[in-house]
DNA sequence: GATGAATGAGATTTCATTCAT
DNA sequence: TATGAATGAAATCTCATTCAT
């Protein structure tokens, strides 16, 4: 007759709550989310938050930790291989637009994280000096150009990564405010190819072979 | 002996509380801003914020309506009559590079209303659908250039616009999580005119006839 | 061009304070009632209210003073002579029937005075120990009707009063907690003659002669 | 020597705080009444009033709610089958008198409730549209009286109460202006039985057969 | 007489965190 | 592990009143 007991699975509990944390988190701020909120949005009561992850900043650093590990990974599925570099970087380009476009919370959360000036980031172990590997395949990707002559040869791979990320960051970032004022909601289904394709010809634009 | 008679110019006092404010919910965000704080830092006691403002919210709007009104402006300066089209471009983009990062209030105070989904924006009959002037001085040239055949005929002012507000707005808005992740400080000054001359051949890629 | 100049009227602007205080504190209460409040809904400011008033506690003691006037001169259209004594009582409890049901702002200011247990009223000179006039016109009908031997000879004045009070009172005081949990209105219009008559007729049974 | 440790009873912390908060509602009305006052009143802190009932509206709503329960059940104790019609109604309105004469904080809670135009119990779910159960009593008593002949047939049960109400009501409510103004105190134990007999002659006169 | 700005004291409410069991 | 009760510190906001002109 008990409730199932779903307090015996530590790891599924710390889940849950990171889960309900990143939603809380992501919508309010760092400032602005509310650890009664977190609680009361799950079965887990408010001390095992305490239990935990200690406090609410180290909550919110477990938080960005695991969202930053989500688009670590999103590079695996580019066989740069058996691409040629042009069909390649616009692939990138489009594996980051997809990323920020179905992620709003992790976009968010970086928004968030900037307004604190990356001071949690900083104290964080795992995201400190832990540099994008996105930036290895992007590497492997202008070389490749670059012996094809496709590509200029002083490319710098962060400054394409920045390219790309400002244009994907902001679409999504920066939505409410441009719709506000300029009635153009960025993330319209039906403008979606279009930026997308945009990005591509930004991208290939900044690295081509004069 | 005593202190500055402040209190007799209400214009005065309103545009220091303005000032303070202005500083306060840039550095912590909405929430994280404190009406104690921005009294603490003037001579002006907390009770006058209430007396101008109303509440915290209200402050905010003002406060939001007044940074806008700033760079609304700067593209006044632009005597696109006498350059030609190529120039022009790359001067406008030039002015929001420049504008954004001298005025980081500016953009924290946006990313901070997209946080807010521009809840406040949007309850500011001053901000809510005043599109930026901007646009008009992009369309004159576009027009032109397009006239002169250096311009494609379909650009839309709107991209552009986007395209340079994502760049110098990440610049900014994202210095923080960009350098501690890839060690890259994008304000670092040796770096400005790299990226200036960047974002304008950015521009002119997208905007250039084919 | 200039605006009429009210100013120099200051019995105007006092019977004009007073009026927007009447029902300002008729409204909200003593203590829910703003003295801000009274001068936004007038032309005249804040200052002037002090100016005329001392302070708030002594515009409520005026407000109550003008108040308890209108009602002390309700029995003088009544032409006892010439009445029945019957007709009379009628007559008199209808008097108060109508003031009450048309003037709820001095139920209300009785409800909250007596709420601070007439702490005001105690201290007005004008108020304290200013027994209603309505007594008199009420023992001589009473008086008459048992010289005729239609009254009793033992009917307490003030107890007539305090049945009309009450009954005429509590319709208007209490017509609020009365309709939310029973459902009827005792001002409803439709119902007005039947009250009326209920009061005359209980008002007469309790004076009848067995 | 620790203090007696009351915290750990929740019910008897709740029905500790309902009390007091009952009292100082009562004595200063809900604008009046201060939140701080009901706490330093107690061993418990102004921070579990927040804990247990929100806020200061929601608290005075437990308040009138539990007031309410009380006079709710007065009329059990009256047995109905037992009694002739006559001695009934007159018990009845006994009953009513006897519990607002001993209830001065029900009756002035109710006053200060009509203040706020019932704003509060309209909003109480428990409260609003809960009619109370005397009227059944009450219909039962007519019901008999007139089948035996001695009550009229149109008689109104919610008439009986309101008159019963108006007199009990008044008599405590208003008792501070009244004495004020004709020093005559109507809760002065010398004039109990007279004001309670004369109620119940008040009514039966209404009820009673022409 | 009249005005807008100013103010101190105090009101309600919030929030991360810890205690006792 | 888990829980509901408890809490101190501090946040936002209010209000009658007075000052300087």
Redesign the pocket.
């Given at each position: 007759m008990a409730a199932p007991?779903?307090?015996?699975?530590?790891d599924r509990?710390r889940a849950d709550i990171l889960d309900v944390a990143t939603a809380e988190f992501a919508d309010k701020g760092y400032?602005?989310?509310?650890?009664?909120?977190i609680?009361a949005r799950m079965?887990?009561?408010?001390?095992?938050?305490?239990?935990?992850f200690?406090?609410?900043?180290q909550?919110y650093i477990a938080v960005l930790e695991r969202a930053y590990t989500g688009i670590r990974t999103i590079e695996q599925g580019l066989d740069v291989e058996h691409l040629d570099p042009v069909d390649a970087i616009r692939q990138l380009a489009g594996l980051t637009f997809d990323h920020h476009e179905s992620h709003p919370d992790f976009v968010r959360l970086v928004s968030i994280e900037n307004i604190h000036r990356a001071a949690h980031i900083t104290r964080s172990s795992v995201l400190s000096g832990l540099a994008d590997p996105a930036l290895d395949v992007l590497t492997t990707i202008l070389e490749r150009g670059r012996d094809a002559g496709v590509f200029r040869a002083d490319v710098d791979p962060l400054d394409v990564h920045m390219v790309i990320s400002a244009f994907c960051v902001f679409r999504t970032a920066n939505r409410h405010t441009f719709n506000a004022i300029f009635k153009r909601d960025m993330l319209d289904p039906g403008l979606r190819e279009h930026y997308r394709e945009m990005l591509g010809d930004l991208v290939l634009a900044h690295v081509a072979a004069r």
């Open positions: 007991d779903r307090g015996r699975d530590p509990t400032t602005g989310a509310r650890v009664d909120e609680a079965s887990t009561t408010k001390r095992m938050i305490y239990y935990y200690g406090n609410k900043e909550l």
